[in-house]
């Protein structure tokens, strides 16, 4: 496992997006999430995706250089279409009409439908909560992901259909970020990469069989994810499905959506001001109480008190700023095809392993 220094890496992505035809502000955007992605240790969701992007840009399923465009507007209720562009640019665009409209409203209620892959959902909860706000964010992917067996089943219907939830809190954001999924697909991907098992109750294999090795799940016919915490779970990953595909129009998983052959994230957003909910109690006197409440419960483990959503990634970030980025030799290989195949001369940390 070698290290890279965050801005290397970000200088790689820039310069990959640019050769798959992004504009300079597109392609610094799209690499700064996924850098992002890695320094916070969410590497399912990080520059492993970029080879994956720009075959997907070179199939035309996405789209550079697009912009989110407004399908209905009703003051807090907004519904944005993403043309199929980069998801990090859409994404960024909505959340800054999301901060918009609750300046205006108090609230807004913000649907994004045909965007393209959205990436870590935790950013955009973050996002608000550094402008103040509390969020709650459901995804779903129509078509092309379709990964998961709902609970009780071996067959794949349901896509990983994250939910994120951010606020402020007194240490920086409080942030909920999680795939409705056991696993995150991406992390069956990077096990691959790492030559390692899954652990057990995860994953299926495309006969419906309990698996721990990743690559049972690539086979064909392909495997399924199990949602997380059975019942509960599939229930919520329904949900996802009804607010940000069913409500936004941007559909439903289904094998028959009309974006199935592409891979696409919807996403419903409602976003609040705190203070405007103020009757004279104070917001975040109380999220501060209800931390240190949290925080002082006896540990499992002596010496290791309990984390809050969020604090994970705080503390993964300033150690990868510290040390650099961990790149398994797999994801080294397949940045520097990609690199080859574009143009783009690898850094000089990565250069020396390929
Ligand atoms: P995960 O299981 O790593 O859970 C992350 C959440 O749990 C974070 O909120 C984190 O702060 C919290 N957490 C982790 N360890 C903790 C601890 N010890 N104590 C307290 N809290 C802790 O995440 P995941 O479900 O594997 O999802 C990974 C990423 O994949 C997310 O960023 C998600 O948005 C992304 N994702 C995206 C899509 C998409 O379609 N765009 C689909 C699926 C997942």
């Not at 720009?54 to 035309?60: D, I, R, T």
């Not at 609230?107 to 402008?131: D, K, M, P, Q, V």
Request: glycine share 12%.
């Amino acid at each position: 496992m070698m290290r890279i220094a965050a801005a290397a890496l970000h200088d790689l992505l820039v310069g990959l997006f640019r050769a798959g035809g992004s504009e300079a502000a597109e392609a610094e955007a799209v690499a700064a999430h996924l850098v992002e992605a890695n320094l916070v240790g969410h590497d399912s969701h990080s520059a492993i995706r970029a080879p994956k992007y720009l075959a997907w840009v070179a199939a035309g399923e996405l789209l550079p250089n697009r912009h989110a465009t407004i399908a209905i507007d009703a003051g807090p209720l907004l519904v944005l279409d993403g043309g199929f562009g980069y998801g990090q640019v859409i994404g960024a665009e909505a959340m800054a009409r999301a901060i918009e409209r609750v300046r205006a409203h108090g609230l807004a209620l913000i649907g994004i439908r045909n965007s393209g892959h959205l990436g870590r959902i935790g950013a955009w909860a973050e996002t608000l909560a550094e402008a103040g706000l509390v969020s709650v964010h459901f995804v779903n992917t129509s078509g092309y992901g379709i990964l998961v067996a709902p609970h009780g089943a071996t067959e794949r219907r349901l896509s990983a259909n994250p939910i994120a939830a951010g606020a402020p809190g007194p240490d920086g954001p409080i942030v909920l970020d999680i795939a409705t999924s056991a696993t995150a697909e991406g992390k069956i991907q990077v096990a691959r990469n790492k030559g390692e098992a899954l652990p057990p109750g995860l994953v299926l294999d495309g006969a419906g069989r309990p698996i721990t090795d990743p690559e049972a799940f690539y086979r064909d016919p392909p495997g399924a994810l199990l949602p997380f915490g059975g019942h509960r779970g599939s229930g919520l990953s329904v949900f996802c499905e009804i607010l940000a595909g069913s409500l936004t129009g941007g559909e439903s998983s289904h094998a028959a959506s009309p974006t199935a052959w592409r891979l696409v994230n919807n996403m419903l957003t409602l976003a609040v001001d705190p203070a405007r909910l103020g009757d004279g109690h104070a917001f975040a006197a109380d999220v501060a109480r209800l931390t240190d409440w949290v925080r002082s419960a006896r540990p499992a483990t002596p010496g290791q008190r309990p984390l809050l959503p969020g604090e994970i990634e705080r503390r993964t970030r300033a150690e990868r700023l510290r040390d650099g980025i961990p790149l398994d030799p797999a994801t080294v290989r397949q940045l520097a095809e990609a690199a080859a195949a574009h143009g783009v001369a690898l850094p000089g940390e990565l250069a020396e392993t390929v």
